[in-house]
């Protein structure tokens, strides 16, 4: 038993940084899949048959891009657990909320306004549920009258992955020592099942170090990844595809 411990050990050879770079790409890979390719002929003609079913440019990028929210709720937790500042770290992740918000809104309506929130509110508002799992896990009642709270604004707001974003976040710090049951509820918690077992592979692969992004500047480079993304879809598709 030591010895096939120290093996899965060695396996863990992930950085935080690439955990990043893999969840930047495979989300992109989704938003480009859901406003680009399904709306082009090339990626709904059917490149590959399976039986019945043709196999899409769009489907497979929406296949890859299910696997970027998982791992980007385990940065959270991490972030939270390592960060030398809990309060700028939330800043930091409200302030890119409310930046991403107009290139949200343009990329899936054309228009400054849209029904529904960026991610990054849900990163948030998971933020402040750990917040409270940490602040009153000596109160039980105020515990859950916070957590409820949060999960109704996340239903109010409507934010990306709504409630179960929230409550897989709060999921994932709960069950940080216990990674089997973590990987199971959590991969129960999305709407693909599959590519969140996936999506705790790498995970699990974490090797707990930061990797190469360190310093504000890469820090906040990665951040900015995301507005920056979804503004150049938006332009892709304006361009292209119109909002009609």
Request: proline content about 2%; some cysteine.
């Amino acid at each position: 038993m030591e010895a096939l411990f120290k093996r899965f050990e060695s396996m863990k050879v992930l950085s935080g940084s690439t955990l990043k770079l893999i969840a930047l790409f495979t989300m992109m890979c989704d938003h480009v899949g859901s406003i680009l390719l399904s709306r082009s002929e090339l990626g709904m003609t059917p490149f590959l048959s399976i039986g019945s079913h043709g196999l899409t440019l769009y489907a497979v990028s929406r296949m890859i891009g299910r696997i970027a929210f998982p791992i980007y709720c385990f940065l959270i937790t991490e972030g939270f657990i390592h960060t030398h500042d809990r309060k700028r770290y939330g800043i930091s992740l409200l302030i890119f909320a409310l930046i991403s918000e107009i290139p949200w809104n343009l990329e899936h309506s054309g228009h400054l306004t849209h029904p529904t929130q960026n991610v990054f509110f849900t990163l948030f508002l998971g933020y402040l549920g750990i917040c409270a799992v940490e602040k009153y896990k000596e109160d039980t009642q105020r515990l859950l009258l916070s957590l409820l709270a949060l999960f109704g604004i996340s239903l109010v707001l409507r934010c990306d992955y709504g409630c179960r974003g929230f409550a897989l976040i709060v999921l994932i710090y709960v069950l940080r020592d216990k990674k089997v049951l973590q990987a199971i509820l959590g991969s129960c918690m999305v709407s693909s099942a599959y590519a969140a077992i996936i999506a705790f592979i790498p995970i699990n692969l974490y090797n707990g170090e930061r990797g190469f992004i360190k310093g504000k500047a890469l820090k906040y480079a990665f951040y900015v990844a995301y507005p920056l993304h979804i503004f150049i879809i938006y332009l892709i598709r304006l361009n292209t595809f119109g909002y009609n």
